[in-house]
């Protein structure tokens, strides 16, 4: 026996498969190419860089509470591929650059992505893995532990992307007192607020998501990405012929949800 609403969800699934594959499909083919809306918080990266390096001082980046393992490790990935984009533009720049996983798993793929940035940038020599620094997988110290070397060395910009917790007010408004140009975002819809108030700039739930697509330029992604939108559209578009029928008296879509 099939149990309720299994049918309805199998031919839903079908048709965001569809379209995902279909808009995945016409941005690599190049038949289509979607635009991606301006994102204020990545457009800000390069002025936090280039104030850094007039400045003198370093940059600090976390990536929050995630690793690779976790249900929030699409976060750290998108926080990981945003500081490539970093860690490229700072070694173009000759500005100092300092990464501070909570995770240590993130590590080795952190190390990675800079020094594959620094090769981008033609400045091989020039990275240094001791930048990459850990300070423990215990939220409060590594939280406290960034915030002191935040106040140390004066750090003109911090960055922070990926999946945050109760620490994210305490890096951010200490990130404010010291007068650092500051850029974050997170999915974590109950911390997006205190990043909205305490930084420069915010990326705000999925914007996250999409900077991978937006830096990079990369087809698949951007296809991907235009899958997605067209998912919610079709979602959005359910639910308000699910209202009008309802309204109007007609029960079929009803009907068919609880197959």
């Known amino acids: 026996m099939i149990n309720e609403g299994l ?12 379209e995902g594959l279909i808009a995945l499909f016409l941005t690599r083919a190049g038949k289509t190419h979607p635009k991606i809306r301006k994102i204020p918080g990545l457009e800000a990266i390069e002025e936090a860089v280039g104030r850094a390096t007039e400045m003198g001082r370093p940059i600090a980046y976390t990536t929050g509470l995630g690793g690779i393992r976790d249900q929030v490790y699409y976060q750290t990935i998108a926080g990981l591929n945003i500081l490539g984009y970093t860690a490229e533009l700072a070694a173009k720049y000759g500005a100092k650059l300092k990464y501070f996983p909570y995770d240590p798993t993130v590590m080795p793929l952190a190390v990675d992505v800079m020094e594959q940035a620094y090769i981008s940038a033609g400045k091989p020599e020039e990275f240094n893995p001791e930048n990459v620094q850990y300070l423990g997988g215990d939220q409060f110290p590594w939280a406290f532990g960034v915030l002191g070397i935040m106040y140390r060395e004066k750090t003109a910009a911090n960055i922070h992307m990926g999946p945050f917790w109760a620490e994210s007010l305490i890096l951010a408004e200490a990130g404010f007192y010291t007068g650092a140009i500051q850029i974050a975002g997170t999915a974590n819809y109950h911390q997006i607020h205190f990043f909205v108030v305490a930084a420069d700039y915010a990326l705000i739930g999925e914007e996250l998501m999409a900077a991978g697509a937006y830096l990079s330029k990369d087809p698949t992604q951007i296809g991907s990405l235009w899958g997605a939108d067209f998912s919610k559209i079709t979602t959005m578009a359910l639910i308000l012929l699910g209202v009008i029928m309802t309204a109007a008296g007609i029960n079929a879509l009803n009907d068919f949800l609880v197959l």
């Open 7 to 18: 049918v309805a969800s199998f031919a839903f699934l079908i048709i965001v498969v569809a």
